[in-house]
Structure formats: C-alpha cells, structure tokens
C-alpha cells in the first residue's frame, strides 16, 4: 500500500512539474524563432485585431514544401492564429458575428481557403503527427471562403499579417512571394 501510495504522489508530482513549468518553458522556447505579434485596425465601424507567430523563411521553400499545398496550416506557427472583431463583419460578402475566432488556411498555387473557427486550441498541431496535422476540428468552421494568391515580385522573409484600407479593408497575408487579401466591410 506504501508503494503504491508514492507511486501516485510521484506521477501526481511529475505531471505537475510538466503542465507548470515544462509546458510554459517549451512555449517561451517557440516564441524566440517565431516571435508573437499582434496586429489591430480600427475606424469607426470597425475594431479587428488578429494575433499569430511568424515563423521565418531563412532561405526554405516556403509554399509546397514547408507549408505543403492543400493541407489545412494552422497560419503561423505555435499556436493557431487568432481573429477577433467587435461587432458583426461581413468577410468577402459572408456574415461573421463578433467574436474571437481561430484562423486557418488551406494554400494552393492559385487559391487560398480561409477558415474561421469557433474553437481556439492550445496548439496548432497534433504532436502524435509529428507537427504534420492541425488541431482544428472541421465541425466548427464558422466561415469558409476562397481568395485568389497574389505573386509578389520581392521576398518576404517573415510571415505577416496586416491591415490594408482600400474601398474597403484587407486583412493581407504574405510570406516568401505569397500573399492573399481578405476583404472585410463593417
């Protein structure tokens, strides 16, 4: 009865040690290579923010090889990408009420699918895939649209996100010498 009680206080003590201090040091680890950035646009109708890890390219294909074609990303790195806004928004004519949502994308050599879901996970991947699938759950997409892809003309080293105001606002990703804009209206 001894053993089997100091079995219990020592894997009770070691998933502890794990979930309190090597779960947080292994993500402040990530963070160095793919620091966390926050970016936000605001007028009067609008207040959007969108949180992500940009990962670097440091001289890798990035599109079809990193970042395989037609496989759902997580969009960054670590942990999912986050879109929030305020109030409802309409994203490339569809409806999106307020919220914070987790963002996808599926990149293809002419498309992008974009995926706004209504579970925001941990992390981005599974780690029994070895980093290979997501941890987004399909049942949840909120919105799913389509944008085509934009081939710049120079190399983007970081992954970014921002903000861009036209006839309306763009939510703008680009990385390497890919970009997609996602058109957003209050």
């Not at 793919?34 to 294909?61: C, M």
């Not at 970042?67 to 490339?92: L, Q």
């Not at 939510?171 to 058109?183: A, E, H, Q």
């Amino acid at each position: 009865m001894r053993v089997l009680k100091w079995i219990i206080i020592i894997l009770v003590a070691l998933v502890l040690l794990f979930q309190f201090v090597a779960k947080p040091y292994l993500k402040e680890q990530t963070k160095k290579h793919s620091p966390q950035i926050t970016e936000s646009f605001e007028s009067d109708q609008l207040k959007i923010e969108v949180s992500y890890s940009s990962p670097f390219k440091k001289g890798r294909v990035i599109f079809g090889e990193l970042v395989p074609y037609d496989v759902v990303w997580r969009t960054g790195a670590n942990e999912p990408t986050t879109f929030s806004t305020e109030s409802d928004i309409s994203v490339k004519g569809n409806s999106l009420a307020a919220g914070t949502y987790s963002l996808w994308t599926k990149p293809g050599r002419e498309s992008w699918t974009v995926y706004f879901n209504s579970e925001i996970p941990d992390w981005g991947v599974t780690i029994s895939s070895g980093g290979r699938e997501t941890t987004r759950n399909p049942q949840t997409d909120v919105l799913v649209i389509e944008v085509p892809v934009i081939e710049l003309q120079q190399t983007e080293e970081s992954f970014t996100i921002d903000f861009s105001e036209e006839e309306v606002v763009y939510m703008n990703l680009y990385w390497d010498t890919t970009k997609i804009r996602v058109p957003i209206t209050p």
